[in-house]
């Protein structure tokens, strides 16, 4: 192998994860990939997979010797699974994450890329579209985590004069993205539709968010990958700059499956932020970025892979 040229991804199997793997894999990158469990490693040629925590030093440190970058995209909570479990937060992802950064001090060669949120962290701003200056706010112990860490990363990039970049992305979506209780509000839709199920809905319905594709997300990842990197921490917010209610959501994937959707509303959750739109004009200037998949288009591609997964 040669010195750092290598790419480590923490969280290599999420949905995220994968496409990106994929994708560097295309590109003939050489990838490292820790996930925790062995369950869903990939078998690509060339990639390297260990099951195993991120904050395992003894195995971090025979791998980061090769590596330009790490990709850190692991998270083990969503907001409402760590709602009322602050304990939980801190010891699976805050610690691991503080473990992990110790461990990268060595390692004076190597990036850092982490995946932050930007539905979580800005709690309920007042202003319809959100900059990166916005003052941090989290409803949940889960935005409060990933607030918390991107402060760490920027001390760590300015007691050490190192490299980071902190991503917050608006709601990914897209093909290869399974249901899961808790995780992502298209494919418990989609899901729900497929098992002619009523959904529960959070309130009246009337909650925004902006909504990214995941192949616009992954070209900034290649593209921030192959860059070369300033010394300090850059923050951008990623997303459509688009918000839809979730009332409008249902209503297009209504329209994309040709299928009525029975809702239920339920009493609106602490922890669920009122509206977020991104206003991603930094990343725009700096990168030359935009996404080029509009909602209704993604939602047809999606449901296509859903309908194929079921049949």
Request: with cysteine.
């Amino acid at each position: 192998m040669k010195k750092h040229q290598d790419i480590l991804l923490l969280g290599g199997t999420s949905f995220i994860g994968q496409h990106l793997l994929k994708r560097l894999h295309q590109q003939h990158a050489q990838v490292h990939v820790i996930a925790r469990t062995a369950d869903a490693l990939p078998t690509l040629p060339g990639v390297r997979c260990y099951a195993d925590s991120l904050d395992n030093a003894e195995l971090l440190n025979t791998i980061l010797p090769h590596c330009k970058m790490v990709v850190h995209l692991a998270s083990d909570s969503t907001p409402g699974s760590s709602a009322l479990k602050p304990t939980f937060e801190a010891e699976h992802n805050l610690l691991p994450t503080l473990r992990f950064l110790e461990v990268l001090q060595k390692h004076e060669h190597v990036s850092l890329i982490y995946l932050s949120s930007g539905g979580a962290t800005y709690g309920n701003p007042t202003k319809q579209l959100v900059k990166e200056d916005e003052p941090l706010a989290p409803l949940s112990y889960y935005g409060a985590g990933k607030a918390t860490l991107e402060k760490f990363i920027m001390a760590f990039c300015q007691q050490l004069q190192r490299s980071a970049i902190i991503l917050r992305p608006s709601n990914f979506y897209g093909p290869g993205q399974s249901y899961r209780v808790g995780f992502g509000i298209i494919p418990t839709i989609f899901q729900h539709v497929l098992n002619s199920k009523p959904l529960t809905i959070w309130g009246d319905g009337e909650a925004v968010r902006d909504y990214l594709y995941i192949s616009d997300f992954i070209d900034l990842c290649v593209q921030l990958i192959e860059q070369p990197m300033d010394t300090g921490t850059k923050i951008y917010n990623v997303g459509s700059e688009k918000g839809y209610s979730l009332n409008q959501l249902s209503s297009l994937i209504e329209e994309v499956t040709h299928q009525s959707i029975t809702r239920q509303y339920q009493v609106a959750r602490t922890v669920d932020v009122k509206r977020i739109v991104l206003d991603c004009t930094h990343l725009h200037n700096d990168l030359k970025w935009s996404p080029h998949v509009e909602l209704p288009t993604g939602l047809a591609q999606t449901w296509k892979w859903f309908k194929q997964q079921a049949s």
